[in-house]
């Protein structure tokens, strides 16, 4: 018998996190796939504002040294990157950032690729 995950049957601030798509594909139609990362998140920071979407920006995580590109209000951690793949590691990176922050959804956009796909990644509870 197939039961499924209770967290898995939630999706977490769907229309937020549909605002947000959004604007990485504007951002990505604006800039195309080789910009840098600071550029992606320049422009993006510009839309956001725009939509009156209310963020901080390089947010340090209490001492850790680990700064988050993005939190998005207060509930979505961004991670940027602008990399030829995304690899295991940065999965890690962001589980990281959000055990850290105590925040359940991330959202992980390469840049890089020609047709972008905003990764959701939800926190880890052990």
Known sequence: ???????????????????????????????????????????????????????????????????LDFVIDGKIILELKSTRRIISEHFRQIQNYLQQANIELGILVNFRYKYIKPIRIIRIHS
Not at 12 to 39: D, T, W
């Open 1 to 67: 018998m197939y039961t499924k995950n209770k967290v898995s049957e939630k999706v977490f601030f769907p229309e937020l996190s549909y605002m947000l798509s959004g604007i990485f594909f504007s951002v990505h139609n604006e800039l195309g796939c080789f910009a840098r990362e600071k550029q992606y998140g320049d422009l993006i920071e510009i839309k956001l504002n725009e939509s009156k979407i209310k963020y901080e920006r390089e947010v340090n995580i209490s001492n850790s040294g680990n700064v």
